[in-house]
């Protein structure tokens, strides 16, 4: 069956890029019936949707995190990324990659990646 | 953005028990909700879709109703596995916002 995995740095310092990507397997990310996102969690803010991208390269940001975030497919690859620039502590969170069907809900999901922002 | 609320933020429940968990919206998202059972160090997990719709695999004793702004979810009798932190979202309009939970406990 499908399954997400999020891989990237762990720590990043204040002011930097935070970089992770999303490798997708027993499935292709080709796919026109549904979007790759990032949801982010911490405890202070919960559950935060930061964007999906279609497997075409068309994408949908918060509008909170819009100007410091790129979501992007490698379809090669069988992944997606997130990239969020210029991060401070309070993007220290969990983020997980996830797979959302049109007009569904988020039914795939990777474990979970803890990125910390600290120097 | 449509703010998501739910009550209680935590209830306490036993084995058996007929839980309701309410999850608001600021407005309108249609049926447009899903709903998500988190344990502690773990992804959340999809349990309803389109307010009333079980996902596949998901017990049947859970289920979901309302439309526009008010939904419930239900736990008929209250399994060991289900205490949890549940979790609503609407997908009606970006930005995807989420509720702030409910733990059962």
């Known amino acids: 069956q499908l399954q997400l995995q999020e891989s990237g740095p762990g720590l990043v310092k204040p002011s930097e890029t935070l970089s992770l990507t999303c490798n997708v397997s027993?499935?292709?990310?080709?796919?026109?019936?549904?979007?790759w996102g990032w949801i982010r969690q911490t405890p202070g803010k919960g559950l935060e949707w930061i964007g999906n991208?279609?497997?075409?390269?068309?994408?949908d940001y918060n509008p909170s995190l819009k100007s410091r975030v790129t979501l992007s497919v490698d379809m090669s690859k069988n992944q997606f990324s997130l990239r969020l620039t210029s991060v401070t502590a309070a993007d220290t969170a969990v983020y997980y990659c996830?797979?959302?069907?049109?007009?569904?809900?988020?039914?795939?999901w990777g474990q979970g990646a803890m990125v910390t922002v600290s120097s | 953005d449509i703010q998501m609320t739910q009550s209680p933020s935590t209830l306490s429940a036993s084995v058996g028990d007929r839980v309701t968990i309410t999850c608001r919206a600021s407005?309108?998202?249609?049926?447009?909700l899903a709903w998500y059972q988190q344990k502690p160090g773990k992804a959340p997990k999809l349990l309803l879709y389109?307010?009333?719709t079980l996902e596949s695999g998901v017990p049947s004793r859970f289920s979901g109703s309302g439309s526009g702004t008010e939904f419930t979810l239900t736990i008929s009798s209250l399994q060991p596995d289900d205490f949890a932190t549940y979790y609503c979202?609407?997908?009606?309009?970006?930005?995807?916002?989420f509720g702030p939970g409910t733990k059962v406990d």
């Open positions: 979202q609407q997908y009606n309009s970006s930005p995807f916002t």
């Open positions: 996830a797979r959302q069907g049109y007009h569904y809900g988020f039914d795939v």
């Open positions: 389109k307010a009333s």
């Open positions: 407005q309108s998202i249609a049926s447009w």
């Open positions: 991208v279609y497997y075409s390269g068309s994408s």
């Open positions: 027993g499935g292709s990310i080709f796919s026109s019936s549904y979007y």
